[in-house]
């Protein structure tokens, strides 16, 4: 790791290229920690790109923490729609109740208040307080590791035994003390703009003559693949009811979370507003066979789907719905890769269902809905002359 006088350049080369070629970003304009937090959580896992226009909605509406927690959680889901990953919406909100409560509405200066906030680990803490407060704390994340695990050719699994410790270690050692927001900020411009997991632009690069991986050439093995979880297919049915005015139901989100039952339907819809859908127990139907088969004859899929219907919402009564298979979508969620298999039915009346809502298919923005939904109400507009 760099000592003295190199450490010494590597900070002033690094923060000099920070300050002549960083990204114009809306959260590096401002120094509202909220606002910070904000566009902290909503990259998580998602690009620059897409986060900037949710995050300026979402300031738009919610300027102060104070602000979030007055309004209803669908409030929240709605504007965060299409971002994924939703439990981060969630965890913003209860977080933005306890800062409410616990530190008059300010987000906390100090790390062990930060830290016990939901949704706030240790990369989120460091980031926070190091570019709103000047706290000398080192992020690392998995792009910030892939650089530091280039500069000192360390090979393997990053995130393996003791390693992860290593780079938070060197993380720490090289953070420049009298400007931790901007040294932290960086080092992730670094990796996300140049030392990219694919072709970094070495030549480019303010600090290359002190990268190890570049002098020994192994830039490309750093770092090593991780072994990926297997993909898991799921299948799902869904319903979608439309009546004469183009209106179709909707079910509302469900509250529970319950860690053995992360593949109960409503899990997989992000608990949000859904329409009727069931997971298919015997594999369902290929969308081919669905398409080709005659529509007027419910598929295997569409048995499983009458039978939850007729079960759960007409209880007693046979029904004679026609079931259209429409075109099948696909969606993927972590490690699940979803094919969902949706039927239209035609109704002269929406059903009467405890909670539900009849929303305009082809506007379904009044309520929180996941991108799942959102592709299966386009999938049905393609079927419907609306
Ligand atoms: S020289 Fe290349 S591999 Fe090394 S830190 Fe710079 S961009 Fe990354």
Redesign the pocket.
């Known amino acids: 790791m760099l000592t003295g006088p190199e450490l010494v350049r590597f900070r002033k080369n690094l923060l000099a290229w920070f300050k002549k070629f960083q990204r114009d970003l809306p959260w590096r304009r401002t120094s509202d920690p909220y606002a910070i937090w904000l566009s902290e959580i909503m990259l998580q896992q998602t690009r620059v790109a897409a986060v900037i226009p949710y995050f300026d909605r979402f300031l738009q509406h919610f300027p102060t923490i104070e602000a979030i927690t007055k309004a209803p959680e669908e409030d929240v889901l709605r504007l965060w729609a299409g971002l994924g990953y939703y439990s981060r919406a969630r965890n913003l909100q209860n977080a933005a109740r306890r800062i409410v409560a616990l530190h008059g509405g300010a987000f906390p200066s100090d790390e062990a208040r930060a830290l016990a906030l939901p949704g706030i680990g240790n990369y989120t803490a460091a980031a926070i307080l190091s570019i709103a407060f000047g706290k000398k704390l080192a992020v690392l994340d998995g792009n910030v590791a892939?650089?530091l695990a280039?500069?000192e050719a360390i090979r393997g699994d990053l995130r393996a035994g003791n390693r992860w410790r290593e780079l938070q270690n060197a993380a720490n050692t090289l953070l420049d003390h009298k400007h931790p927001g901007d040294w932290n900020q960086a080092m992730m411009e670094?990796g996300a703009t140049?030392?990219?997991p694919r072709a970094?632009?070495?030549l480019?690069?303010?600090?290359?003559e002190?990268?190890e991986?570049?002098k020994q050439g192994i830039?490309d093995l750093?770092p090593e693949k991780r072994k990926k979880r297997d993909t898991v297919q799921v299948q799902l049915a869904a319903i979608v009811f439309v009546d004469p005015k183009a209106r179709t139901l909707l079910l509302p989100s469900s509250k529970k979370v319950a860690p053995a039952d992360k593949d109960d339907v409503p899990a997989l819809l992000s608990r949000m507003w859904h329409f009727p859908t069931i997971q298919l127990s015997g594999g369902g139907t290929s969308a081919k066979n669905a398409q080709s088969s005659n529509r007027s004859k419910p598929t295997p899929a569409a048995n499983e789907l009458l039978q939850f219907v007729e079960a759960k919402y007409f209880s007693g009564l046979k029904l004679r719905f026609m079931l259209l298979p429409l075109k099948h979508v696909h969606h993927a969620v972590t490690y699940r890769a979803i094919t969902l298999f949706p039927f239209l039915v035609r109704v002269p009346m929406l059903p009467r269902v405890a909670g539900s809502k009849a929303l305009p298919l082809a506007n379904l923005g009044s309520v929180p809905v996941s991108n799942l939904t959102r592709k299966v109400a386009r999938s049905a507009l393609l079927e419907l002359p609306l």
């Open positions: 892939r650089v280039r500069l670094l140049l030392c990219t970094p632009q070495c480019l690069c303010p600090v290359n002190f990268c991986a570049r830039v750093i």
